[in-house]
């Protein structure tokens, strides 16, 4: 969405007035979207906006995160993944068996892949029907990999204005503690929660919610 959203921008990226304005819009109709937010903090925060943007969106298209998580997965694994997660390819011939499954299917698993839409210091944001994954993994003994790519993981300040008054279930989202996950894969690869919640990116922008009722 972030991606297509960067297109969308391009044509108003050179009015700063315009831009801000049309990145509120897009935050309003899809609050929780880390990419998306990350994309408007960083081309609002840049002295050359339209360069600023399109880098980002270059940036966004070519997250490894996927790939990176393919890579970390065991030999061998059952993997099954939650609602909008998506693996690279390389897990290729090493015998990972992945399953796009219901939380049902987990009761199998080695892992469950989950995706975060957006990550903070103690809970994030999922896709709905992502706590009945974690769930099954629980009651499987299964580990919970999220996903947490380019973008998601925004600073402190960020997460509070992004979060203040948002009403998950409203928007298809799900809030979950930080604990739920076993490990967190971002651009960088695999790590811990706590050293997820501490690699915060992306500039500080309030301004992308002033006003904001």
């Given at each position: 969405?972030?991606?297509?959203?960067?297109?969308a921008l391009?044509?108003?990226?050179?009015?700063?007035?315009?831009?801000?304005?049309?990145?509120?819009?897009?935050?309003?109709?899809?609050?929780?979207?880390?990419?998306?937010?990350?994309?408007?903090?960083?081309?609002?925060?840049?002295?050359?906006?339209?360069?600023?943007?399109?880098?980002?969106?270059?940036?966004?298209?070519?997250?490894?995160?996927?790939?990176?998580?393919?890579?970390?997965?065991?030999?061998?694994?059952?993997?099954?993944?939650?609602?909008?997660?998506?693996?690279?390819?390389?897990?290729?011939?090493?015998?990972?068996q992945v399953?796009?499954?219901?939380?049902?299917a987990v009761?199998?698993?080695?892992?469950?892949?989950?995706?975060?839409?957006?990550?903070?210091?103690?809970?994030?944001?999922?896709?709905?029907?992502?706590?009945?994954?974690?769930?099954?993994?629980?009651?499987?003994?299964?580990?919970?990999?999220?996903?947490?790519?380019?973008?998601?993981?925004?600073?402190?300040?960020?997460?509070?204005?992004?979060?203040?008054?948002?009403?998950?279930?409203?928007?298809?989202?799900?809030?979950?503690?930080?604990?739920?996950?076993?490990?967190?894969?971002?651009?960088?690869?695999?790590?811990?929660?706590?050293?997820?919640?501490?690699?915060?990116?992306?500039?500080?922008?309030?301004?992308?919610?002033?006003?904001?009722?």
């Amino acid at each position: 969405v972030a991606i297509e959203a960067g297109a969308a921008l391009a044509p108003v990226a050179s009015r700063p007035g315009g831009l801000l304005t049309a990145c509120r819009r897009l935050l309003a109709r899809r609050p929780g979207d880390g990419p998306l937010l990350w994309l408007a903090a960083t081309a609002l925060a840049a002295s050359d906006q339209p360069s600023a943007l399109g880098g980002a969106v270059d940036r966004l298209r070519s997250d490894p995160t996927g790939e990176r998580a393919a890579i970390a997965l065991p030999d061998g694994a059952v993997v099954v993944t939650g609602p909008g997660a998506a693996l690279g390819v390389g897990h290729g011939e090493r015998g990972v068996q992945v399953v796009d499954g219901e939380p049902a299917a987990v009761v199998a698993a080695d892992i469950v892949v989950c995706r975060a839409c957006l990550w903070g210091p103690e809970e994030w944001l999922a896709p709905e029907g992502t706590a009945a994954f974690i769930d099954a993994a629980v009651s499987a003994g299964a580990e919970v990999w999220v996903l947490a790519g380019l973008g998601t993981v925004p600073p402190r300040r960020m997460w509070d204005l992004a979060t203040d008054g948002l009403d998950p279930g409203s928007h298809g989202l799900e809030l979950l503690d930080t604990s739920s996950a076993s490990f967190v894969v971002g651009p960088t690869g695999r790590t811990s929660p706590e050293r997820a919640s501490a690699r915060a990116e992306g500039p500080v922008v309030p301004e992308l919610f002033a006003g904001r009722r």
